[in-house]
């Protein structure tokens, strides 16, 4: 049996059943988790953050127009949120000190993943916010160049130059830290 | 596609948002172009590093969404309620400054509301009374005894003021109770008339043939 549609269970929501909102909350709650951090790259405010995602769209949740888009418009609720979060916080990146998952794989061989991960991510907090947004959604997401475009209210062009401006940047930092292809490689 | 052409793809290319086609005519070069591939697998690189960056784990509290959002509602609510009150106040200020003619101003950090004209008040001069350590005990007995005799004068003046006031207002009462009298006199009299008159005619009509 086939998951019901975001749309189906918007409708549903809005018709009086609760259980169609937790549906939602479950199939969205991890990539909103996913964008969130990508954007603030701090871990540990992303379940506070993901709470405060699901709040809003629970208020908002009786005005909301089905136009094919329920992921656009969650997303632009979740860009929301980590803005008016960063604005209060002042965010700056810190490295994340959750404790890891064990996975199998050797104390040295985690040391090194965890290491690298950080680094990727403080490298992605680095970027301007614009090319932040554009980065997740496209390569962490699989939105669209044009659903993005219209979720953030800017020309599909726009929106590709800040996606190939991101990547190079983000190539440019990574180099410079020694994770280019040919050190990692060597 | 020329090497220039394809690198201006490339992220798109990476990224997966190429139409078909010119993902095809971007393929077809980079398999014979070194420089274009070697581009492509950096960026390719690039995005492989951000796949190993995983997300933490989120379980969101539904129930505490549906806390906060009842609290949320409640908090606007007594804001809105708050401004209600507010608004219904300065209405009914409004009304009441319109309709009864009051005033209501700001002064000398109190709210005053006035309605009418402000009764006369005698202008005073205010008395400065420098109190300095250099001017002789003399001199400030000297301001205290005519400060004594200027408030004296001017009780003496209400005195006076007051007492004209009660000699006028007997001489009115007394005006007023003469005019009474008179118009009861006037009063009586023309019933008398008015009776002898009657007096008169019933007479004269008895005695006619």
Same mark, same amino acid.
Request: proline share 5%; hydrophobic share 40%; glycine share 6%.
């Given at each position: 049996?086939?998951?019901?549609?975001? &749309?189906?269970?918007?409708?549903?929501?809005?018709?009086?059943?609760?259980?169609?909102?937790?549906?939602?909350?479950?199939?969205?709650?991890?990539?909103?988790? @996913?964008?969130?951090?990508?954007?603030?790259?701090?871990?540990?405010?992303?379940?506070?953050?993901?709470?405060?995602?699901?709040?809003?769209?629970?208020?908002?949740?009786?005005?909301? /127009?089905?136009?094919?888009?329920? %992921?656009?418009?969650?997303?632009?609720?979740?860009?929301?949120?980590? /803005?008016?979060?960063?604005?209060?916080?002042?965010?700056?990146?810190?490295?994340?000190?959750?404790?890891?998952?064990?996975?199998?794989?050797?104390?040295? &061989?985690?040391?090194? /993943?965890?290491?690298? &991960?950080?680094?990727?991510?403080?490298?992605?907090?680095?970027?301007? !916010?614009?090319?932040?947004?554009?980065?997740?959604?496209?390569?962490?997401?699989?939105?669209?160049? !044009?659903?993005?475009?219209?979720?953030?209210?800017?020309?599909?062009?726009?929106?590709?130059?800040?996606?190939?401006?991101?990547?190079?940047?983000?190539?440019?930092?990574?180099?410079?830290?020694?994770?280019?292809?040919?050190?990692?490689?060597? | 596609?020329?090497?220039?052409?394809? $690198?201006?793809?490339?992220?798109?290319?990476?990224?997966?948002?190429?139409? !078909?086609? =010119?993902?095809?005519?971007?393929?077809?070069?980079?398999?014979?172009?070194?420089?274009?591939?070697?581009?492509?697998?950096?960026?390719?690189?690039?995005?492989?590093?951000?796949?190993?960056?995983?997300?933490? !784990?989120?379980?969101?509290?539904?129930?505490?969404?549906?806390?906060?959002?009842?609290? @949320?509602?409640?908090?606007?609510?007594?804001?809105?309620?708050?401004?209600?009150?507010?608004?219904?106040?300065?209405?009914?200020?409004?009304?009441?400054?319109?309709?009864?003619?009051?005033?209501?101003?700001?002064?000398?950090?109190?709210?005053?509301?006035?309605?009418?004209?402000?009764?006369?008040?005698?202008?005073?001069?205010?008395?400065?009374?420098?109190?300095?350590?250099?001017?002789?005990?003399?001199?400030?007995? =000297?301001?205290?005894?005519?400060?004594?005799?200027?408030?004296?004068?001017?009780?003496?003046?209400?005195? %006076? @003021?007051?007492?004209?006031? $009660?000699?006028?207002?007997?001489?009115?009462?007394?005006?007023?109770?003469?005019?009474?009298?008179?118009?009861?006199?006037?009063?009586?009299?023309?019933?008398? %008339?008015?009776?002898?008159?009657?007096? /008169?005619?019933?007479?004269?009509?008895?005695?006619?043939?």
């Amino acid at each position: 049996m086939l998951s019901p549609h975001d &749309a189906e269970l918007m409708r549903r929501w809005q018709a009086g059943e609760d259980r169609a909102f937790e549906t939602l909350v479950r199939r969205w709650q991890q990539p909103m988790a @996913r964008f969130l951090h990508r954007l603030t790259g701090r871990a540990a405010l992303v379940p506070d953050l993901c709470q405060e995602v699901f709040l809003r769209v629970y208020q908002a949740g009786g005005s909301y /127009r089905e136009s094919g888009n329920f %992921a656009g418009w969650l997303y632009r609720i979740a860009l929301n949120v980590a /803005r008016d979060g960063s604005r209060r916080r002042q965010l700056t990146f810190l490295a994340d000190d959750a404790e890891p998952e064990w996975t199998g794989e050797t104390a040295d &061989a985690t040391c090194v /993943r965890r290491e690298l &991960a950080d680094v990727v991510a403080r490298a992605v907090a680095e970027l301007p !916010e614009p090319m932040r947004v554009v980065l997740t959604l496209r390569h962490d997401e699989g939105l669209s160049f !044009e659903d993005i475009a219209r979720l953030i209210s800017a020309p599909a062009s726009t929106v590709k130059s800040r996606f190939a401006a991101a990547l190079s940047r983000l190539r440019q930092r990574l180099g410079r830290l020694g994770l280019g292809p040919e050190e990692m490689t060597a | 596609m020329n090497c220039n052409d394809v $690198q201006n793809l490339l992220p798109e290319y990476v990224g997966g948002g190429l139409p !078909e086609p =010119e993902r095809q005519q971007a393929g077809q070069h980079l398999a014979i172009c070194s420089h274009c591939r070697e581009e492509h697998d950096s960026l390719r690189h690039v995005c492989d590093l951000l796949a190993g960056t995983p997300a933490p !784990e989120v379980r969101v509290d539904v129930p505490a969404v549906y806390r906060m959002a009842a609290q @949320r509602a409640r908090r606007r609510l007594r804001w809105w309620r708050r401004v209600a009150i507010a608004a219904a106040a300065a209405a009914l200020l409004l009304f009441s400054s319109i309709v009864a003619g009051l005033h209501i101003r700001f002064e000398r950090h109190q709210l005053v509301v006035q309605w009418g004209e402000p009764p006369e008040t005698p202008s005073v001069q205010p008395v400065v009374v420098h109190a300095s350590s250099e001017k002789s005990t003399a001199a400030l007995e =000297e301001k205290l005894r005519d400060l004594n005799d200027l408030l004296l004068g001017l009780a003496a003046d209400l005195e %006076a @003021r007051d007492f004209r006031q $009660q000699e006028e207002l007997g001489r009115l009462r007394s005006e007023f109770s003469r005019l009474r009298s008179e118009t009861i006199r006037q009063l009586v009299a023309a019933e008398r %008339a008015e009776d002898a008159l009657l007096d /008169r005619l019933l007479n004269e009509k008895g005695t006619k043939p």
